[in-house]
Structures are given as C-alpha cells and as structure tokens.
C-alpha cells in the first residue's frame, strides 16, 4: 500500500487500470462490464453507476449501449476526478455527471433512475438491506438494479485462508453472502431476483493475471510501479486465487426488479 488517504490512489489507478484496461478498475473490461446488462433494454435509459471508479463504464453504457444519461457516484476523491476528466475527453460531459458522495442513503429523490447499475463496488457497503432499500427507493417503477460484486459463499465466520485474503486487499471489503443479498433485495421489495455465480470464469481469468504479475510482465510492472508494491499485489492475487479455487470467494451477477 502506498501512504495516500485514499483506498483507490493514483498509484492503484494506473496498476489497476494497466491490469484491467484503461478506466476500469475491476476485472473484465467493456465485455464483463455490459454483461451485467445482458437482456436488459439500455437505449434511452437513465443510469446511476453506484462506485463509477474512473469511469471507463459510464463512458461505455453511453456510447456502446445508447443510454441517455448517466449518473456516476463514488466516495473518493481520486477516482472522481479520472472519471470527471475522461468524460471531458470523450466530449460526454453532458450525459455524464460524476459526483463525489458520502457513504449512506442516497441523494436523490424518489423515482428518479431507470437503471441502478454498480461494478464490483457495493462490497464496500456493509449494510446491504439498507443499500437495496435505498436503491429500490431511487428507481422508477418497473426500473432495474443490476450489479456485479464479490460474494463470500456462505454467512459462517470467513475461512482462515479468506480471512488472510481480505486482510491481505486492505480495502474494506464488506462481502455478503448470496443468500443475504436475496434475503435483502426480497425484503426491499424488488421481483425478479437473480444471481448469477461469476466464480468458474474470474477463477481462470485471476489465474491468468497472477501468472501475468508474477511471469510475463512482472519486469514491466516492477519498473513501473516498484518491486515492493509488486511483490505485494502477487500476494494478494495467491491469497485470492485460493480462496477463488474453493469457490469461497464468489464473485456474482445480481439482478431485481422494482415492480412497476
Ligand atoms: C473495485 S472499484 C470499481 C470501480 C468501477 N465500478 C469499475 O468497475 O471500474 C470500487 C469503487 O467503489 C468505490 N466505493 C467505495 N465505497 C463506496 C461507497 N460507499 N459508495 C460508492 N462508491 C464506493 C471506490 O472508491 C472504488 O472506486
């Protein structure tokens, strides 16, 4: 980790970004990031991207999938600002707003989006039932919620091997298990529910990272962000990696619907 106040620094930015294309800082790219919208209309819609990271995502669901308007929230400072700057760039910043928020209930009114869209980003948010209220609340009726995130398989005490992983990312993950997020969106009132487990194809992508981290670009990397920092991130992906293996670690789909 680097000294900066922020979890998503610049420093974690540029290897992420390096690590998953530019603009996005969660596995998977422009493809993984439209599946989590696969079958849903998208064209004309209004969007809120809860965690919008750098922005590669509101910068995709406009121009590759013809939304009309999207709103992207993060907490830090950062990020806000990479994504502020490539909506400049790619001349979206009129159907582009970014805003930095402060966790807790949303600032928006009632009814106001079509679609509530987050990549890999709601696992840090603890307290899901509030979360999935709170979205319900902000989508329009008949509106969707449709999210990817990291999943912890079961509600026990977490493995020792995904206790060292999650101690070992330093970024406040909150993971919940499927079974609490079903519990959460039904108790929200959303229809529809489904979960889709991601494990079987992040498990080999992952694996294809760690050898990328520790084979065919660990010299690039190394130079570029420092051996130290390196060195620490292939720690992280074998921590990750296994509890991936055991399917501990169970990234999913997670879809609903509020009835309209
Ligand atoms: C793994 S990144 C994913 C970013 C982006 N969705 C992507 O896929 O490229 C997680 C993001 O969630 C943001 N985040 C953390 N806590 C949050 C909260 N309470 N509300 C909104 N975003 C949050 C982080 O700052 C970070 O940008």
Known sequence: MSDSEFLYDDLHIAFLEDLWGEGFLSPGGAEEAARVLDGLEVKGKRILDIGCGSGAIAVMLLRDLGAAHVTGIDVEAPVCAAATRRADQAGLSDRITIREVTPGPFDFPDKSFDIVYSKD?????????????????????????AASDWLIAHDDTP??????????????????????????????????????????????????????????????????????????????????????????????????????
């Open 121 to 145: 980003s709601i696992i840090h948010i603890p307290d899901k039932e509030a979360l999935a209220r709170e979205v319900f609340r902000i989508l329009k009726p008949g509106g969707w919620f």
């Open 159 to 260: 493995s020792p091997e995904m206790q060292a992983y999650i101690k070992a990312e330093a970024l406040d993950f909150a993971m919940a298990s499927p079974a609490r997020y079903r519990r959460a969106l039904e108790q929200a009132g959303f229809s529809d529910i489904t979960l889709k487990n991601r494990n079987p194809w992040y498990r080999a992508v992952a694996r294809d990272e760690l050898d990328r981290l520790s084979g065919s670009e660990n010299a690039r990397l190394s130079e570029r962000y420092g051996k130290d920092f390196i060195d620490g991130q292939i720690s992280t992906w074998q921590a990750m990696t296994a509890v991936l293996e055991s399917g501990e670690h169970c990234p999913h789909h997670l879809r609903g619907r509020r009835p309209g």
